[in-house]
């Protein structure tokens, strides 16, 4: 088994209504120019001579890209490939669902094992008034979900009766507030938890992080809600858990690395999460299979993107009840829907 070419087609699927900020809470900054509605994505294929073919996605970005294929790997039998050194990019995914396929091993196996066949899957929302976060909770409890995920900020003013317009309409369901360090302070995060202890609410990275972690820990000992970061590599999580300054962990990167830094909170019986970019399906499921192999991903995952945008591409939806389930199938064990994949392709 040899590749023999690569396939790239670019898509922009929209989001559904009630999902994004509304204008007058949008906010664009460095990495979000343009409204999240306007980004592209990559489906990549690797195909082989004997037919066989690996499918993944790049990040989502703004605008034309023209990245280069991995030419050096032509020629090359995918199984002689190290799983453990591929990169997760979307080539990345792709050569890893194509190695799954070859030796017939679903993903999580590659990664280490299933010890969950499904990953609690939190609905998400962006910044938004009282009343819009209420509808959201609705769709999410119909839908089944137990959690919802709330982008905002601390100069929104609403906070407060965001959660208790959650709370009211879906009663027990889980509210993680994201204000991306927007808190900023220990004082007003406090002043916000004292407004809503007894709710089941999550902070995540409520405010600035520092090298010594003791605002965290601070609010980790002042406050019943959970006091989550969102980190980005294996010595924060070392940093953190050493500090005894954090409940969970919202984990940023995928794949190994996501595991790497899921086994090291596992070591002090911290749960963590998988974080997204709001991707599409692909993506998600190949988050999904790493999560799978990670006894401790206990806590609702950001992998929402099968279901705020209007379609997933997938085939087949593959969260349920507020869970996405892991299948059994060689590699990513997914198909694509053609026929929206062509009705979502940009066109040059």
Known sequence: MKITHFERTTVCVPFLQGILAPPEYDEPSAGYPQPLNHRNHDILHIHTDTGLSGVGMSG??????????P????????????????????????????????????????????EQSRILVDYWIGRMSAEDSAIAASRAK???????????????????????????????????????????????????????EGLDVVFEDPIPKEETWQ?????????SILICPHLQNPSQVIAAVAA???DGINVAPSGWAFLDMARIAASEGIPVWQASNVDLGVFDVYRAHASA??????????LC????????????????????????????????????????????
């Open 142 to 196: 119909e839908a089944g979900f137990h959690g919802i995920k709330m982008k905002c900020i601390w100069e929104d003013g609403n906070i407060v009766d965001r959660v208790h317009a959650v709370a009211n309409v879906a009663p027990g369901m889980r509210m993680i507030l994201d204000p991306g360090h927007r808190f900023h302070s220990v004082k007003n995060s406090l002043e916000l938890a004292r407004e809503i």
């Open 305 to 348: 993107g099968n279901f705020v945008h209007v379609h997933s591409l997938l085939a087949e939806a593959p969260v349920v009840d507020g869970y996405l389930i892991v299948n059994e199938r060689p590699g990513l064990g997914i198909e694509l829907d053609s026929e929206i994949v062509e009705m979502y392709t940009v066109k040059n």
């Open 71 to 114: 030419e050096s790997w032509l020629g090359c039998d995918p199984r002689s490939f190290d799983p453990r050194a591929i990169d997760k990019d979307g080539y990345g995914i792709a050569l890893l669902d194509l190695i799954g396929k070859a030796i017939e091993w679903p993903l999580y196996r590659i990664f280490g094992g299933l």
């Open 244 to 246: 005894r300054a954090v």
């Open 293 to 302: 192999a990670a006894g401790n991903c206990t806590l609702g995952s950001d």
């Open 60 to 69: 989502p970005y703004y605008g034309p890209r023209n990245e280069a294929f």
């Open 215 to 223: 605002d965290y820990r601070r609010l980790k000992e002042e406050t």
